[in-house]
């Protein structure tokens, strides 16, 4: 579980964020949706840690393996979707002899197995993120944050996104944010970020 207790911030005497206080539960997912400039990416970045509230206190339970994944791809472009797995999973693993069968499994999940020898600069947005997800599908994660992750796609590279995160990260806490149309999100908790307060969604 994620606790936000009474989380504040303020930048340049605007409150971004409000005492917020909200619980995220295991294996739940959340988007949360919320006019540009309305904290969503500012929320996320202090639940990863990368940012401080100015108040209040984040707590989660145990000692939790946490992937982010960003608006703005990471990929490296001028190598392959193999070797960028690889990159991926040496950063936090050794085992480099599990490697082969875990990454392409990963990829299979994410119906991008052809394209592993692939250079990154030669696939569309929507394999790019499926890329991605496979990445973060290595780490096996309990906890990921999706910072817009269906962000420039059309709308059949955004249902499979979606649906993709539904399905493989079923055991993890899933805290996305999105502009996106709630209809998308029909297995999602839906929340709204708005004058700084988190609320369920009406």
Same mark, same amino acid.
């Given at each position: ?39 969503? !990416?500012?929320?996320? #970045?202090?639940?990863?840690?990368? %940012? ?6 984040? $707590?989660? /339970? =145990? @000692? ?15 190598? !392959?979707?193999?070797? #960028?797995?690889?990159?991926?999973? %040496? ?6 002899? $599990?490697? /082969? =069968? @875990? ?36 780490? =096996? ?62």
């Amino acid at each position: 579980m994620i606790k936000l207790n009474h989380i504040g911030k303020v930048r340049q005497n605007r409150i971004i964020l409000d005492n917020i206080d909200f619980s995220f539960k295991d294996k739940q997912h959340y988007v949360i949706f919320g006019e540009s400039g309305s904290g969503k !990416t500012t929320l996320l #970045n202090i639940i990863a840690e990368y %940012e401080k509230a100015d108040s209040g206190t984040l $707590e989660i /339970e =145990k @000692e939790r393996n946490l992937e982010y994944l960003f608006q703005d791809s990471l990929l490296f472009s001028n190598i !392959t979707v193999k070797e #960028n797995m690889l990159i991926k999973w %040496e950063s936090i693993n050794q085992h480099i002899d $599990e490697f /082969e =069968k @875990e990454y392409t499994n990963a990829l299979k999940l994410f119906s991008m197995e052809k394209f592993e020898n692939e250079k990154v600069y030669t696939l569309s947005g929507g394999e790019r993120k499926r890329i991605e997800l496979a990445q973060v599908f290595l780490m =096996k994660p309990d906890i990921v944050l999706f910072d817009e992750p269906t962000s420039n796609l059309d709308s059949d590279n955004k249902r499979f996104i979606i649906e993709s995160i539904e399905k493989n990260f079923r055991n993890s806490i899933v805290i996305l944010v999105s502009h996106d149309e709630k209809e998308y999100f029909r297995n999602f908790k839906l929340l709204e970020l708005k004058g700084g307060r988190l609320n369920v969604y009406e």
